[in-house]
Each structure stands twice: as C-alpha cells, then as structure tokens.
C-alpha cells in the first residue's frame, strides 16, 4: 500500500519529448481523420453530380421519346417526317397543339452537350456541322455532360428515311471525366414512330381452277392494319383496268380485288400482284408462272 500512495503522491509531468510525441501522433490522427473526411465528400459530391446528370438525361430522352411518338409528315399518311438521320444529328416535323413545327436534336462534342432546337415554317435545313446553328433562332441545352465523343448518340433501323420506324438514343455521361472514378454511365431509350406510315407487304396465291387463275392476295399485310387495294397484272396483256390511281401501273393489269378470278388465253402466263395502302404507299409480290390448258396447249 505504500508503494502505491507514493506513486500516487508523486507531481512529476509529461516531459518534452513526451509532449512533442503525443502531438505528432495526434496530429497524424487527426490529419487521417480530416484526409479521410474530405475524400468522402468530395465522392459524395461527386455522385450527387452524377444522378443529377443522370436525371437530367431521363428527362431529355423522355422529352425527345414524346416529340418522336408525336411526329407529322408534312404530306398525310406519307412517311416524310425525318428529314435528317445521322449519328449525330436528328431532325423530324412534330406537332405541338396546332403548331407544325421541326425539332432538332445535335450533339456537340466539345461543349459535352446535347441540343434541342425548333423551327417554324418556313423551314430550312441548318448548316452541316453548326450545332447549334443560331439561324434557327430557338436553342437549349437538353442534356450536359455528354461523352459519347465518336459514339454515336442515335441509331436508326434503315437508311433511308421514308422507313425509319424506330431510333434509339444512347447518352454517355461522365461529370468527372478528367479523373478514374467514377466511370461514365450509358443511358439508352428506343422510340417506336407510331405515325410513321410503312410500306405494306404482298403476297399472293395462283391456284388453276379448270381454265381460270384463281388468284388470292389475302395473304397481304399492312403494318398499321388498314384496308389495302389489290391490282392483278399479267406481263402478256395490254390492260384491262382502266384509269387507275396515280402510282399504279396500268400497262398489263387485269383485275383488282383481294380474290380475282383471271380466265386468260391457254398458256403459260406471268402473273403478280401490286398492293397499295391509303398513304399511297406500294408493294409488289414476285411473279408467278401458271400454265392455263386449252386447245394445242398441254400442261
């Protein structure tokens, strides 16, 4: 017991040495401590950045999908509404209430920035490589912070405009990009044109029914499921028909109908068929040979 109520009675301090260890150890600790908290609110900081960006990219591809679903052709029921498709660069008409208008979604690489500009009539094409092009007179940046660079934002199933039917948009995005972490993030969409009017499909049946072709186009289609016209040709007539609508041939046509029975001359006749849907847009089936029987002829 003695022992310990000297210890406890002596009044010796910290020494020097002591004091300036304790500092440094602390002053590690504490430098560790603040290190490790700054680095967790700079990455938090940065991932708020990137959802904000991310949001921000929801809301233009949302925005592009409705203007694309409410695409106008300039002509009814034809399917001219695209009038540009590239990789960077998208032009279609759309409708807003009763205004027709063309709307404009441009990629520029450099500022990191996807454009959305409109124009009302009289419409013009904007200059190649302009985007912005500040003649159209109404631009805004739809989404920052795109880095997509020689990636394409949009892709199309077809070349050629009149039978574009879908787009998909692809948007890289990175609000960091000069640092690892943390990686860009892709965000697609693909948009079905509902008012973009496709070109229908023909087919058709020949079967011989004694001296007569009964020919049968009900294997037909149109892709929006509206009633198609139905024309008959054989490549040895003149024409039987008469006036017919502009766009279908009248030279070698013998008969319109879905089902039409053709009782031509005995012999071997080339025979198609040619449909047409109500936005005037055609399709023709392959020929087909049919031998009909008759005086001299053997089948």
Known sequence: MGVIR??????RGMTLVELLVALVLGGIVMG???????????TTGTNQRLNDAQDQVRVG?????????????????????????????????SVSSTQIRRVRYCYAA????????VQFEPFTLPADG???????????????????????????????????????????????ESTERPDETALQASVFLRNQNRSPFASFTADLNGTTVILNGSASQDPEGRALEFYWYDSAATGQCGPLPQGVPETGCVGQGVVFGYTPSPGTHSVHLLVRDPGTLTDQAGAQSVCVPGVGVTC
């Open 6 to 11: 000297a210890r406890l009675a002596e009044e």
């Open 32 to 42: 560790s401590t603040l290190g490790t908290f700054t680095q967790f609110e700079r």
């Open 61 to 93: 591809i949302t925005g592009l999908s409705r203007e694309l679903r409410n695409m106008a052709s300039p002509t009814d029921e034809l399917p001219e509404a695209v009038v540009r498709a590239e990789g960077d660069d998208l032009i279609f008409q």
């Open 110 to 117: 450099a500022a990191r920035q996807l454009w959305r500009q």
């Open 130 to 176: 302009a985007c912005p092009d500040l003649a159209w007179g109404s631009q805004r940046a739809a989404v920052e912070n795109v880095v997509n660079a020689a990636r394409p934002v949009f892709a199309y199933d077809s070349d050629v405009l009149t039978t574009i039917t879908e787009v998909a948009a692809t948007l890289y995005v990175d609000v960091n």
